[in-house]
């Protein structure tokens, strides 16, 4: 059994194979870490916060979103020969000219617990645009003074950082100056999969336990008025810590099978 085989298999709302599959082994909570509270300083999005049951955030989404679907992803984890019971990981909501939510949880392991969420705002010219000063005031009220505040490359665009928990502080260069987004890179905030197991624990020896994120897109290049807002947080150590766990589990469900007396086909 090769450990690169260890990966999720995900897709949308269900998990499909080619061939018979049992219901999986258990994952139980092993990893217990509790809600964040900082004075001064909130970590969530409209009421989605780390460490906050599953279902109580998904619950936040469909109050916000009464008329639209919540879609979602179904996830197992496990080798070739052994897989876990399915688990939810993943939540979208919204997309349309306004706004879009995005829920991400980890395995069971953490209680299926909310490790990042990620809001997109639009503000389109007809409604009226917020001005950058506005959108920074606002941010500073709910989130405390930026760690970092950049102007992204050539572009216009503005990204200001929080480092929350831990030391609060980046002492890492490479984490520090790519700080936002992005599904391939391991400290951000998407889906959970244990395979990136190495760098989420990388990550989680930054100098933070959390890291806020908001990218600022403004509609003119004078940065004057906001056309869009993203707005998103992970929580590098409870994601850390599941797929540590998740991957020993694995290991010792695979040394169990390995063990196994198999007889001699018939020839």
């Known amino acids: 059994m090769?450990?690169?085989?260890?990966?999720?298999?995900?897709?949308?709302?269900?998990?499909?194979?080619?061939?018979?599959?049992?219901?999986?082994?258990d994952i139980p909570k092993t990893v217990d870490l509790p809600m964040p509270h900082f004075d001064g300083r909130d970590i969530d999005i409209v009421g989605v916060k780390p460490g906050q049951p599953g279902d109580e955030a998904v619950s936040i989404l469909k109050a916000?979103?009464?008329?639209?679907?919540?879609?979602?992803?179904?996830?197992?984890?496990?080798?070739?020969?052994?897989?876990?019971?399915?688990?939810?990981?993943?939540?979208?909501?919204?997309?349309?000219?306004?706004?879009?939510?995005?829920?991400?949880?980890?395995?069971?392991?953490?209680?299926?617990q909310v490790i990042g969420a990620m809001r997109d705002k639009y503000f389109p010219k007809a409604d009226g645009q917020p001005t950058m000063d506005t959108i920074m005031t606002e941010l500073t009220k709910k989130y405390g003074k930026p760690d970092r505040d950049i102007i992204q490359g050539n572009s216009p665009w503005r990204t200001v950082s929080w480092y929350i928990g831990g030391d609060g502080k980046c002492a890492k260069q490479w984490f520090c100056e790519w700080p936002y987004y992005d599904h391939n890179y391991s400290h951000h905030a998407a889906e959970y999969n244990p395979a990136y197991l190495k760098e989420y624990e990388k990550d989680m020896e930054v100098g933070t336990d959390y890291v806020v994120t908001a990218e600022i897109r403004p509609e003119d290049p004078d940065m004057s008025r906001v056309s869009s807002l993203t707005?998103?947080?992970?929580?590098?150590?409870r994601r850390g810590l599941s797929a540590r766990e998740d991957f020993n589990l694995v290991m010792s469900k695979q040394a169990e099978f390995d063990k196994k007396p198999v007889a001699a086909p018939e020839l």
């Open 2 to 25: 090769k450990i690169a085989s260890f990966a999720l298999a995900a897709v949308l709302g269900l998990v499909s194979t080619a061939y018979a599959r049992d219901d999986g082994f």
């Open 231 to 237: 707005v998103s947080f992970v929580d590098l150590k």
């Open 64 to 112: 916000r979103f009464p008329k639209e679907d919540i879609s979602f992803h179904n996830t197992d984890i496990g080798t070739d020969q052994v897989h876990s019971q399915t688990f939810n990981t993943f939540y979208t909501v919204g997309g349309d000219i306004s706004e879009k939510m995005q829920l991400f949880l980890s395995s069971p392991s953490a209680g299926s």
